[in-house]
C-alpha cells in the first residue's frame, strides 16, 4: 500500500523505503571559514557532485536551479504532468518566475479604447 499520492508533483524515489539527510547548518558573517556562506554551499555542492558521479540518487527539497532542463531532470517522470497542471492553473506564469521552472514568455498586451 502506498501512502504517497503519485499522482502529486511531489519528487519522492519510486521505493516503498527511502531516507531523508537534512544538512541543516548556519552560515556567520564574521565566524571561522569554514561557516562562511561560501563555503558552506561550495560544500553542499561538492556533496551532491560525489553522489552523482557515484550513482547515488539524489532529490533536494529546495533545489536552486537555474534551468528548465534541470528542474527537468530534478522532476523526472513527473515533469509532464507538473508542466500540464502549471498550463492549466498558471497559463500566464504569473507565479513562481523567480524560480526558473519554465521559461517565461511575455505576452504584450493591448488596451482597448473605452
Not at 508533483?9 to 523505503?17: F, G, L
Not at 537555474?66 to 527537468?72: A, F, L, Q, V, Y
Not at 522532476?75 to 524560480?99: A, C, V
Not at 521559461?103 to 473605452?114: A, D, I, L, P, Q
Amino acid at each position: 500500500m502506498c501512502r504517497w499520492d503519485r499522482e502529486s508533483s511531489v519528487v519522492i524515489p519510486d521505493e516503498d523505503v527511502f531516507y531523508l539527510v537534512a544538512l541543516l547548518r548556519s552560515a556567520l558573517e564574521d565566524g571561522d571559514e569554514t561557516q562562511t556562506l561560501d563555503y558552506l554551499t561550495n560544500q553542499n555542492q561538492r556533496i551532491l557532485n560525489f553522489c552523482r558521479e557515484q550513482g547515488i540518487p539524489v532529490k533536494q527539497y529546495l533545489p536552486h536551479y537555474t534551468t528548465t532542463e534541470e528542474w527537468r531532470d530534478h522532476f523526472g517522470e513527473k515533469w509532464e504532468r507538473f508542466r500540464e497542471n502549471k498550463m492549466e492553473y498558471d497559463p500566464r506564469h504569473i507565479l513562481s518566475t523567480g524560480q526558473r521552472i519554465f521559461e517565461t514568455r511575455f505576452v504584450r498586451r493591448t488596451t482597448s479604447s473605452w
